[in-house]
């Protein structure tokens, strides 16, 4: 591939394609063509910008994780197996020192896309009838990112009869939730799918179905508390009745003192008890 065009025109760096997508494993070409005014013999370098800007190729050679799965066609890269760590922006960069405009350079994005993986999911293994039941589908790895859906009994959940059946799904969570009937027990799985590769799924996984049931340990726990309370709530009334009474008896005390002094007030009938019947 011939690389250098000269011409009356100062260094130029252009690209044919500013953008690349390769499926993992396979080969990245990005593209890097350049021309110069005077420069017979410029220097090419290749950088990777992340969180860092990092070399790629430099002084002549790769660095770091591209040595020796990389080449280079005149300014033209060639990245062999690409990995989606591989991901990112790219700049060729090109120095021409005789020329006016001593440097150039162009943009590649490289976007490596990777199928579904088996997706990790989470089925309740029982759920009591007209609880709430929650499953979960995920898959970190697909790029890009994957949608989900789920089958019972290998039948899948169309999302058109998900409403009518009483299931909410979300496609790009992989959440699905339904009330649950004594017809929900049964075998579930997710599927993960990106258009990448082929449909990737979990293994399928038993959910239960449980009614509630009254034992006899709850009813008696039950009645015991019941009973408790009851006996609590005598003692405090009987408490507040006695407290009640002392009350009234220091009062009475306080008055007949005072009817030494003054006259005569008849005590509280209320604060005596009965004892004794007298015959005259």
Not at 15 to 32: P, W
Not at 95 to 120: C, F, M, W, Y
Request: hydrophobic share 30%.
């Amino acid at each position: 591939m011939l690389l250098y065009f000269p011409s009356s025109d100062p260094v130029t760096v252009t690209t044919s394609k500013a953008k690349v997508e390769v499926h993992e494993n396979t080969n990245a070409v990005l593209s890097c063509e350049f021309r110069t005014e005077k420069e017979t013999n410029p220097r090419v370098e290749w950088k990777k910008r992340g969180k860092d800007v990092s070399y790629v190729y430099f002084d002549g050679d790769f660095t770091g994780s591209f040595k020796g799965r990389a080449s280079i066609d005149g300014a033209t890269m060639t990245l062999r197996g690409v990995t989606q760590k591989d991901s990112g922006v790219y700049h060729c960069e090109v120095t021409a020192r005789q020329d006016k405009i001593k440097l150039g350079e162009v943009t590649v994005i490289l976007n490596v896309l990777v199928p579904p993986h088996a997706p990790s999911c989470e089925v309740p293994e029982t759920v009591m009838r007209g609880f709430s039941a929650e499953l979960r589908c995920k898959d970190k790895l697909s790029v890009p990112a994957a949608t989900y859906s789920w089958y019972k009994d290998n039948k899948p959940l169309h999302a058109a009869t998900l409403h009518e059946i009483n299931y909410t799904l979300d496609p790009k969570t992989g959440t699905l939730k339904f009330n649950v009937s004594k017809s929900d027990e049964g075998q579930y799985r997710c599927e993960a799918s990106n258009g990448v590769g082929a449909p990737k799924s979990c293994a399928g996984q038993h959910m239960k179905i449980t009614e509630f049931e009254l034992n006899m340990t709850i009813v008696i726990a039950i009645e015991v508390g019941a009973f408790l309370f009851l006996l609590s709530c005598c003692v405090a009334i009987c408490l507040c009745c006695r407290r009640g009474c002392c009350r009234c008896c220091c009062k009475n005390k306080r008055e007949a003192k005072q009817r030494t002094k003054t006259n005569y007030i008849p005590p509280d009938p209320r604060c005596y008890k009965h004892t004794q019947s007298f015959v005259l």
